[in-house]
């Protein structure tokens, strides 16, 4: 970097060109803690707790120009593509199925009934995130906001022993937050760039991304109010995957439509909002009593559908054997 672009990069809020004490108090109010999720920022956000219209602009643009966010030639956007990271779900099938494992700076929503195993993804990704990049990993910490009180510490372990880390340490990379309320899910979220930064967070949970929304808005009036919260709630997730090169997974459950007759009626909850925002999406179910599940990829910006197994067992998720296929 020359010196001149370095001149240009600031640590914290306080450093950008027109943010004295106050403007940053008020800039954490809205979330705001660091450079990059500034950068991400609308000036909308900003007038709303009285920054005016020109400093916002300013403000932004120099959170823009440190991170080095906003224009970008055709060939640095293959660099940034190159960035993207891939982290394995301890099946080879099913990284497979989604392209080589999660992609970071996205977000990829696994839907699926009770018990289909939506949590031991997620429990497996917290302990898979830690392992170096050659092993699948991301080097880096996971924070799992959990909305049903169904993070389990047992279940970590069992997973980090099964490949010979120790749980102790794996403990210490996540980091939690429970959700009591969709309101209180949304404020997490909106304070979370801090710890992401503080802590090499590079996977982002929300476990369930929808139970508390469809809880709370109950009724056709409240249905327009809970989609726009849920689209807001999901554009802050894909700012804080794209400004930290995290992996952002989310998980939903599923209700039956009674106005399908002929295929499955079971749909993901958070209609048009979650399927359009969701990049990634993969249908759960089990395959009989036993711990085979079938994974399907309804949908993805460039990979073909398509249906692989994995299992659950006491080690974790894991590759099917092949006398053992349903
Ligand atoms: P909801 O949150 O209720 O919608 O379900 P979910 O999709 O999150 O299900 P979850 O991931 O909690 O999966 C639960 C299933 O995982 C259980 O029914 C078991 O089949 C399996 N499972 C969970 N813990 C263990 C374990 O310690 N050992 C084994 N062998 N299987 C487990
Ligand atoms: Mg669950």
Not at 92 to 117: C, N, P, R, V
Not at 205 to 218: G, K, V
Request: with cysteine; charged share 25%; proline share 3%.
């Amino acid at each position: 970097m020359s010196s001149e672009e370095s001149e240009r990069r600031y640590r914290r809020i306080e450093d950008l060109p027109g943010v004295g004490p106050s403007i940053a108090n008020k800039l954490r109010e809205l979330g705001f803690h660091t450079v990059e999720s500034l950068a991400m920022a609308t000036i909308r956000e900003l007038v709303q707790v009285g920054i005016g219209k020109k400093r916002a602009f300013e403000i932004i643009n120099a959170a823009r120009a440190s991170s080095s966010l906003s224009f970008i030639r055709a060939d640095e956007l293959i660099e940034k593509r190159q960035n993207i990271l891939k982290l394995t779900t301890g099946s080879k099938k099913l990284d497979a199925l989604l392209g080589g494992g999660i992609e970071t700076q996205a977000i990829t929503e696994f839907y699926g009934e009770y018990g289909s195993g939506k949590s031991q993804i997620a429990h497996q990704l917290c302990v898979n995130v830690q392992l170096p990049v050659e092993r699948g990993g991301l080097d880096g910490g996971a924070l799992y906001i959990d909305t049903e009180n169904t993070f389990r510490t047992e279940r970590i372990s069992q997973m980090a022993e099964h490949m010979g880390l120790d749980p102790q340490e794996i403990f210490k990379r996540i980091i939690l937050a429970e959700a009591y309320t969709s309101d209180h899910q949304m404020f997490l979220l909106e304070n979370a760039d801090r710890v992401i930064k503080e802590n090499n967070i590079k996977l982002i949970i929300i476990d369930s991304l929808t139970a508390h929304f469809r809880s709370e808005y109950i009724g056709r009036e409240s249905l327009a109010e809970r989609q726009q919260k849920l689209n807001q709630h999901m554009h802050k997730l894909i700012r804080l995957a794209r400004a930290f090169n995290a992996v952002a997974f989310v998980t939903n459950q599923v209700m039956s439509s009674p106005d399908v007759f002929f295929g499955d009626s079971i749909r993901p909850i958070g209609g048009h909002i979650v399927a359009h925002t969701s990049h990634t999406r993969i249908y759960l179910r089990k395959a009989g009593r036993g711990p085979v599940r079938i994974a399907r990829l309804v949908s993805s910006p460039y990979l073909p559908e398509g249906e692989c197994v994995f299992r659950i067992t006491e080690n974790g998720i894991e590759d099917v054997e092949e006398n053992e296929r349903r």
